[in-house]
């Protein structure tokens, strides 16, 4: 799967945060940070909405 | 009437303390009646508050009473009621106060569980030593499993608890369900093949079963469910029957959970924490990047501060001033140097009009001039017949003149 997993989003989202805490930013990677991290943000909503728990059953022997 | 004959003589006789002294002492040097093993049905099971346990242990014909100390009785890992087949290890004593022979339980198991026990001692201990069990093989669980293994029984509890938990808390993963028997002499066998098929494919796995009596869950104690756990190469949580069951497969999982629900509740987050990051993620980033656009407004508001027109006219007013006082200046010095100038004019004046023919004249001299402007200083200067004019104080008079004399010397 390509797609990103909610679980990636979250921590890439968690380490955008921590990098404009970080404060040493200039003013546009700042802001390109920020709208990164609004776009993964939007990625942790999709994925929590359409979560559903899949069930595979394997066969036995 | 006859008087009953005592038997003998009464200092013969025994005490009481005596008989049971060597009744005591026959029974407990008794080599079979040391560490002995009966086995037969409880009854009258007794459980003062003490912590003592009290019961009989019977069969069709005989029963003997029996007694678990304290400690053997918190060891004793099933319930004691009335019915239970076991099989005890003790010894036998008597009770001198009541005359009582006992058997003194050291050990208690449900029945055929003797073997089991046996059984269970020695894969553990065999397994332990060789390392199997170190904490240094256990694996830490992944923060977010996507794919769970679940090893369980399709007909059993377990597995609807575990879907059911993890349908609630967790719905971001994928559950592969590998079926597999969970009790009976093919159950080991079926576990380990059920771990072969999802192994590689699942970040983490559960092995499940639901609650049963000590044989139920007899084929988690198996050495090849241990060594299937132990060589499956993702983290194993294993969760068999309730919380007091222990099995050799809980020694061999990386973690063990009392429940089959409770290794749902460990396996992933709760979905609950996770909006809660994200809703935290949400609001550290607006802060941070208001933060950030606020330290760069600072930051162009100081900038600006430096630029203000006010500072430039500032200068310029200072500029203004050292210009005026220049001029202010400049202008004292000028009519300082046209005063001097008037001064020395009118001294200079006064010096002249002192050295003045106008001032002789004045005393009553007169000045001669000729027609052509020329001073007449000398008689030489003009003769008779020539005009002249006579310049006086207030005036002039013109005249010709009549006759030279020259001066004798």
């Known amino acids: 799967m390509t797609e990103t997993t909610f679980e990636e989003a979250l921590e890439a ?6 990098a404009l ?17 609004v776009a993964l943000l939007r990625v942790c909503g999709e994925r929590l909405e359409e979560a559903e728990l899949r069930v595979t059953r394997l066969s036995g022997d | 009437m006859e008087t009953l004959e005592p038997l003998g003589v009464a200092q013969d006789a025994l005490t ?23 086995r037969g049905e409880v009854g009258n099971v007794s459980r003062p508050p003490s912590g003592v346990a009290y019961f009989t242990l019977k069969d069709a014909a005989a029963q003997v009473p029996c007694i678990l100390f304290r400690t053997a009785a918190a060891a004793v890992r099933f319930e004691l009621r009335d019915g239970v087949e076991v099989v005890a290890r003790g010894d036998v004593d008597v009770f001198p106060a009541r005359g009582l022979v006992q058997l003194v339980v050291r050990e208690l198991s449900p029945i055929g569980h003797g073997a089991f026990w046996l059984s269970f001692e020695q894969v553990r ?19 977010f499993p996507r794919r769970i293994g679940l090893v369980t029984s399709e007909a059993g509890a377990a597995m609807h608890d575990v879907l059911a938990v993890l349908g609630r808390r967790y719905p971001l993963a994928e559950v592969l369900v590998s ?21 590689g494919r699942v970040d983490v796995a559960i092995l499940a079963r639901g609650g049963g009596s000590l044989e139920d869950l007899w084929a988690f104690n198996d050495e090849r469910v241990a060594r299937a756990v132990v060589a499956f190469p993702a983290p194993v949580i294993c969760a068999v029957g309730h919380e007091t069951d222990v099995t050799i497969a809980d020694f061999a999982a990386d973690v063990r959970a009392p429940t089959p629900s409770a290794a749902a509740g460990i396996v992933a987050p709760d979905i609950g924490e996770l909006r809660d990051r994200v809703a935290n993620a949400r609001a550290a980033l607006d802060l941070r990047i208001h933060e950030s656009m606020e330290s760069w407004r600072e930051a162009i508001a100081s900038l600006a501060g430096r630029l203000r027109p006010e500072v430039l006219a500032e200068r310029i007013e200072a500029a203004r001033g050292r210009l005026d006082a ?9 009519r300082r140097r046209v005063a001097d100038a008037r001064t020395r004019l009118a001294a200079t004046t006064a010096r002249l009009e002192a050295v003045s023919p106008l001032a002789t004249i004045a005393r009553g001299f007169a000045v001669v001039t000729r027609e052509d402007g020329a001073l ?3 008689v030489s200067a ?4 020539d005009e002249i004019t006579v310049h006086v104080s207030d005036g002039a008079l013109d005249a010709v003149v009549e006759e030279r004399r020259r001066k004798e010397a």
């Open chain 1, 21 to 37: 805490s970080a404060g040493h930013l200039s003013l546009a990677d700042a802001l390109r940070t920020y709208e990164e991290g």
């Open chain 2, 179 to 199: 079926p597999c028997l969970v009790q009976g002499d093919d159950a080991p066998a079926s576990i380990a093949a059920a771990f072969g098929r999802i192994a």
């Open chain 2, 16 to 38: 009481v303390s005596e008989l049971v002294g060597i009744l005591r002492s026959a029974v407990t040097r008794h080599p079979a009646l040391a560490d002995v093993l009966v």
């Open chain 2, 326 to 334: 220049a001029g202010a200046s400049l202008e004292r010095e000028g």
């Open chain 2, 376 to 378: 007449v200083a000398s």
């Open chain 2, 382 to 385: 003009a003769g008779p017949g």
């Open chain 1, 13 to 18: 989202l968690e380490s955008k945060v921590e």
């Open chain 2, 125 to 143: 201990d065999r397994l332990a030593a060789e390392g199997l069990f170190d904490a240094g093989r256990k694996r830490p669980l992944p923060r």
